[in-house]
């Protein structure tokens, strides 16, 4: 029986082993159109790049636009003035720092007219008319800004910028630009008691409608400007004619509370300001590691503890630069490119020849990320179920990142904590196995820059609890331990399917812009 | 003028490498070249000729799509082949594991001698016979007989056991020995 059967191989093999015969017509057409419809999915995926690239710009166009949009805003929005019905854009500085007025805005008449006021002031600075020589504290008393605040007998008071400003028993100031109200010292009636300079309140602006000049209230940025309830101030008995034509061309009205909380937000430190933007430059040292699970998909003889035991995450780490822009005092969202570098080493193993997919016979290794296939330059024919002995192997991933994330902070003092959460777009930018395979005395490196079954892409969540601490006035130190997870495999068709988590103390220098 | 064998190997690989560039009518002319001899080996891996068309189809496609990898060390002739089993390898494991379940304890077993049987079997019942195998002993047969593959290497190849591999071969044998004795009663009658 034995020997009949062995004869059935002859027969066949002897028989079969030179047929040929040709397909038929259609399957030169259709390898024909295949290969056609190939080429368009190739310069398809080719495009592919460029349309990222442009959508990347394109939202990079759109926040410069935000904030170029919302820059102005605040430039020009709340200094507008609405006295009798006429926008004048006299402008009081808002963004600026340590309450240095922007430059005016004005057009050749109102700029006439403000130079009647500053003529109109020095003019009048009759003693006895005003009790704004008793009010303004000597230099040394002057608040750190060129702005001051004057007050009639009445108690009424302007606000002016203070450029040359001699305290002789009269005020005399020489060239006011602009109203705007501003901290400063005040004295009271009586003239023993000068009140240190405060800043301005809600409340401190409300009494300026009673006359009354509080001593002991501060002053603060009203948070809320529609709040601000500002009567009508008439302008003061000691202007000319044309002056108060000016002072009421200003309308210090409760329509232009803006003109007040300009001044007011000049007090303001910028870095607390909504719409402002910083940027930190940081780098984080990372523990990484992977949630494995199997991927019943692939009938592969690897598995996820198998995997598990062979590999072993090194120091990896994640570098970049986030752009912070401020929502309000307590929110921030954060973005920006961040550089991740996980490296895994394999312990050695024996790598088993099988056919690729192109149907090369090739070593292949099964990696957390993808898999791999290895062709040693000695051993470039095998046939499969041919083994080789892998001593040692290492594995790198590397990731731009994109973060957008929401962050909530509480100051007090020098000293933020700050809460974050958000999502990522990772980018793969190189996946690399490298080996060792064993040749007797001379072993080979080999080293495999495509790992197949490895996504372009993959989200990650994002969250750190972290703090700041501020060195100057626009540089600070930040600390944020923050947590990484992946919300979908980063790989695809391999033998496991591989979430990335990781866990990194970022350290890094942020600067106010 | 005399054709050397270099010249010959100088042409074919000018022929690859415009079909490395894309050209389809090169890549036409190395279809006409393995096309036969590939969908001989497509036919004995598939259960018709429609299938071993299909074989052959995603075959060729896979070839001229990976013919920057070849290396020009070996047999081109053996690479494209490599390519052709991948395929039916791949399409047996798309396809259903349900198969038929062949009762091969009946099968009646005739003696006859080979060189006997091959003057009275054609080529095409010869490959009838293997089509109409189980696609899983189809598949064994066709690795050891055909490709020289080992068991160890067969049961890696198609993730089955070496015993199963073993088992598969050896059911394939006892039909296709009865399909032969059949065929030769069958011829007997006639003569």
Same mark, same amino acid.
């Given at each position: 029986?034995?020997?009949?059967?062995?004869?059935?191989?002859?027969?066949?093999?002897?028989?079969?082993?030179?047929?040929?015969?040709?397909?038929?017509?259609?399957?030169?057409?259709?390898?024909?159109?295949?290969?056609?419809?190939?080429?368009?999915?190739?310069?398809?995926?080719?495009?592919?790049?460029?349309?990222?690239?442009?959508?990347?710009?394109?939202?990079?166009?759109?926040?410069?636009?935000?904030?170029?949009?919302?820059?102005?805003?605040?430039?020009?929005?709340?200094?507008?003035?609405?006295?009798?019905?006429?926008?004048?854009?006299?402008?009081?500085?808002?963004?600026?720092?340590?309450?240095?007025?922007?430059?005016?805005?004005?057009?050749?008449?109102?700029?006439?007219?403000?130079?009647?006021?500053?003529?109109?002031? #020095?003019? *009048? !600075?009759?003693?006895?008319?005003?009790? %704004?020589?008793? $009010?303004?504290?000597?230099?040394?008393?002057? @608040?750190? /800004?060129?702005?001051?605040?004057?007050?009639?007998?009445?108690?009424?008071?302007?606000?002016?910028?203070?450029?040359?400003?001699?305290?002789?028993?009269?005020?005399?100031?020489?060239?006011?630009?602009?109203?705007?109200?501003?901290?400063?010292?005040?004295?009271?009636?009586?003239?023993?008691?000068?009140?240190?300079?405060?800043?301005?309140?809600?409340?401190?602006?409300?009494?300026?409608?009673?006359?009354?000049?509080?001593?002991?209230?501060?002053?603060?940025?009203?948070?809320?400007?529609?709040?601000?309830?500002?009567?009508?101030?008439?302008?003061?008995?000691?202007?000319?004619?044309?002056?108060?034509?000016?002072?009421?061309?200003?309308?210090? #009205?409760? *329509? !232009?509370?803006?003109?007040?909380?300009? %001044?007011?937000? $000049?007090?303001?430190?910028?870095?607390?300001? @909504?719409? /402002?933007?910083?940027?930190?430059?940081?780098?984080?040292?990372?523990?990484?590691?992977?949630?494995?699970?199997?991927?019943?998909?692939?009938?592969?003889?690897?598995?996820?503890?198998?995997?598990?035991?062979?590999?072993?995450?090194?120091?990896?780490?994640?570098?970049?630069?986030?752009?912070?822009?401020?929502?309000?005092?307590?929110?921030?969202?954060?973005?920006?490119?961040?550089?991740?570098?996980?490296?895994?080493?394999?312990?050695?193993?024996?790598?088993?020849?099988?056919?690729?997919?192109?149907?090369?016979?090739?070593?292949?290794?099964?990696?957390?990320?993808?898999?791999?296939?290895?062709?040693?330059?000695?051993?470039?024919?095998?046939?499969?179920?041919?083994?080789?002995?892998?001593?040692?192997?290492?594995?790198?991933?590397?990731?731009?990142?994109?973060?957008?994330?929401?962050?909530?902070?509480?100051?007090?003092?020098?000293?933020?904590?700050?809460?974050?959460?958000?999502?990522?777009?990772?980018?793969?930018?190189?996946?690399?196995?490298?080996?060792?395979?064993?040749?007797?005395?001379?072993?080979?490196?080999?080293?495999?820059?495509?790992?197949?079954?490895?996504?372009?892409?993959?989200?990650?969540?994002?969250?750190?609890?972290?703090?700041?601490?501020?060195?100057?006035?626009?540089?600070?130190?930040?600390?944020?331990?923050?947590?990484?997870?992946?919300?979908?495999?980063?790989?695809?068709?391999?033998?496991?399917?591989?979430?990335?988590?990781?866990?990194?103390?970022?350290?890094?220098?942020?600067?106010?812009? | 003028?005399?054709?050397?064998?270099?010249?010959?190997?100088?042409?074919?690989?000018?022929?690859?490498?415009?079909?490395?560039?894309?050209?389809?009518?090169?890549?036409?002319?190395?279809?006409?070249?393995?096309?036969?001899?590939?969908?001989?080996?497509?036919?004995?891996?598939?259960?018709?000729?429609?299938?071993?068309?299909?074989?052959?189809?995603?075959?060729?496609?896979?070839?001229?799509?990976?013919?920057?990898?070849?290396?020009?060390?070996?047999?081109?002739?053996?690479?494209?082949?490599?390519?052709?089993?991948?395929?039916?390898?791949?399409?047996?494991?798309?396809?259903?594991?349900?198969?038929?379940?062949?009762?091969?304890?009946?099968?009646?077993?005739?003696?006859?001698?080979?060189?006997?049987?091959?003057?009275?079997?054609?080529?095409?019942?010869?490959?009838?016979?293997?089509?109409?195998?189980?696609?899983?002993?189809?598949?064994?047969?066709?690795?050891?007989?055909?490709?020289?593959?080992?068991?160890?290497?067969?049961?890696?190849?198609?993730?089955?056991?070496?015993?199963?591999?073993?088992?598969?071969?050896?059911?394939?044998?006892?039909?296709?020995?009865?399909?032969?004795?059949?065929?030769?009663?069958?011829?007997?009658?006639?003569?």
């Amino acid at each position: 029986m034995d020997k009949d059967l062995h004869n059935i191989e002859e027969l066949f093999k002897s028989g079969l082993g030179d047929h040929e015969e040709m397909p038929s017509v259609k399957v030169w057409d259709a390898v024909d159109n295949r290969l056609d419809k190939d080429t368009v999915v190739a310069i398809k995926k080719k495009y592919k790049t460029w349309k990222r690239l442009s959508l990347l710009l394109l939202l990079l166009l759109v926040g410069l636009s935000i904030y170029e949009i919302n820059n102005r805003y605040n430039n020009t929005g709340i200094a507008k003035t609405n006295g009798n019905g006429t926008d004048k854009e006299i402008i009081a500085g808002n963004n600026n720092n340590e309450g240095q007025p922007n430059k005016n805005t004005v057009s050749s008449k109102e700029q006439a007219d403000i130079n009647d006021i500053n003529n109109d002031i #020095t003019v *009048n !600075t009759i003693p006895g008319k005003l009790t %704004a020589d008793k $009010s303004i504290p000597d230099n040394d008393v002057l @608040p750190q /800004s060129d702005n001051n605040l004057f007050t009639d007998k009445s108690g009424k008071y302007f606000i002016t910028n203070k450029k040359n400003i001699q305290v002789d028993g009269n005020a005399i100031v020489n060239t006011p630009a602009s109203f705007q109200v501003f901290p400063a010292s005040i004295k009271k009636n009586n003239p023993e008691k000068t009140r240190p300079f405060k800043p301005l309140t809600n409340n401190s602006v409300a009494l300026v409608q009673n006359n009354a000049v509080p001593v002991n209230e501060p002053f603060s940025l009203p948070r809320q400007l529609s709040f601000i309830s500002i009567e009508k101030i008439n302008s003061p008995d000691f202007l000319s004619t044309g002056t108060k034509k000016i002072w009421e061309s200003l309308a210090l #009205t409760k *329509n !232009t509370s803006s003109v007040v909380a300009a %001044a007011a937000a $000049s007090v303001k430190k910028k870095q607390n300001q @909504p719409g /402002s933007f910083s940027i930190t430059g940081f780098f984080s040292p990372d523990r990484a590691s992977y949630r494995l699970e199997n991927d019943d998909q692939n009938n592969q003889p690897a598995n996820a503890n198998q995997i598990k035991k062979t590999e072993k995450h090194e120091v990896s780490s994640t570098s970049g630069i986030f752009v912070d822009y401020r929502l309000n005092n307590r929110w921030s969202l954060q973005s920006g490119v961040t550089f991740s570098n996980t490296n895994i080493s394999i312990e050695p193993q024996t790598l088993y020849a099988q056919a690729d997919n192109a149907g090369d016979i090739k070593y292949r290794v099964n990696l957390s990320s993808g898999y791999a296939y290895i062709l040693p330059t000695f051993q470039s024919n095998p046939v499969i179920g041919d083994s080789v002995y892998a001593s040692a192997a290492e594995h790198k991933l590397r990731y731009l990142g994109i973060p957008l994330a929401a962050k909530y902070n509480l100051t007090k003092g020098k000293l933020s904590v700050e809460v974050m959460a958000g999502a990522g777009i990772n980018i793969l930018t190189k996946g690399k196995f490298e080996t060792e395979i064993q040749r007797g005395v001379n072993n080979e490196i080999d080293i495999i820059d495509n790992i197949q079954g490895l996504k372009s892409i993959y989200i990650n969540g994002l969250a750190g609890i972290g703090a700041e601490y501020k060195v100057t006035k626009n540089i600070s130190i930040t600390v944020m331990p923050t947590a990484r997870f992946a919300f979908m495999p980063i790989n695809k068709g391999a033998v496991v399917k591989t979430f990335p988590n990781s866990f990194g103390l970022a350290g890094g220098l942020k600067i106010k812009l | 003028m005399l054709v050397t064998q270099t010249d010959i190997l100088e042409q074919f690989n000018h022929l690859i490498q415009k079909c490395m560039e894309g050209n389809r009518l090169s890549q036409n002319q190395l279809y006409k070249l393995f096309a036969p001899k590939m969908f001989a080996v497509c036919l004995r891996y598939a259960k018709n000729r429609e299938e071993a068309e299909e074989i052959v189809q995603e075959g060729f496609v896979q070839v001229f799509k990976s013919l920057k990898n070849f290396r020009y060390q070996g047999s081109f002739e053996g690479w494209i082949r490599k390519i052709m089993v991948y395929c039916a390898i791949q399409q047996y494991r798309g396809k259903s594991k349900m198969h038929p379940v062949v009762n091969i304890e009946k099968a009646e077993v005739e003696e006859a001698d080979n060189d006997d049987a091959m003057a009275q079997l054609s080529k095409k019942e010869l490959l009838k016979m293997v089509q109409a195998l189980p696609p899983a002993y189809r598949m064994v047969f066709n690795l050891y007989v055909f490709e020289g593959m080992k068991h160890r290497e067969i049961a890696e190849l198609l993730h089955i056991s070496e015993g199963t591999s073993k088992s598969n071969f050896f059911d394939a044998k006892v039909i296709l020995q009865k399909a032969v004795s059949n065929s030769l009663k069958v011829a007997k009658q006639n003569y």
